[in-house]
């Protein structure tokens, strides 16, 4: 089992920057999707953006144009860059991945992401 380790949280005023990183304990290269989720307060969990093995991506709709998300095959790791954060991007970030053959899934620990205005 691969596990996932997420790092890169904290607090960020409103229009600022963030890089989370998410650190897998083995190869990448067994996972055909990878992601990032992020729970707020009192919310459900939900998809931020979304990375295939083959590079194209998926984003939700509120972070399109301010969020990017990348994948490191040789370092094992998935990034998503967070610009012009706002307080609604509060939340706890989940790197995600599931594997090509049997789409089994993993979850990392989560990373806290707070936004003051």
């Known amino acids: 089992q691969v596990q996932l380790v997420e790092s890169g949280g904290g607090l960020v005023q409103a229009g600022g920057s963030l890089r989370l990183s998410c650190a897998a304990s083995?190869?990448?290269?067994?996972?055909?999707?990878m992601a990032w989720y992020r729970q707020g307060p009192g919310k459900a969990r939900e998809l931020v953006a979304a990375?295939?093995?083959?590079?194209?991506?998926d984003y939700a709709d509120s972070v399109k144009g301010r969020f990017t998300i990348s994948r490191d095959t040789a370092k094992n790791a998935l990034y998503l860059e967070m610009n012009t954060v706002k307080p609604e991007d509060t939340a706890v970030y989940y790197c995600?991945?599931?594997?090509?053959?049997?789409?089994?899934?993993?979850w990392g620990e989560g990373t806290q992401v707070t936004v003051s205005s």
């Open positions: 083995g190869s990448i290269s067994i996972f055909n999707t």
């Open positions: 990375i295939t093995s083959d590079g194209s991506t």
């Open positions: 995600y991945a599931r594997r090509r053959l049997s789409f089994r899934e993993s």
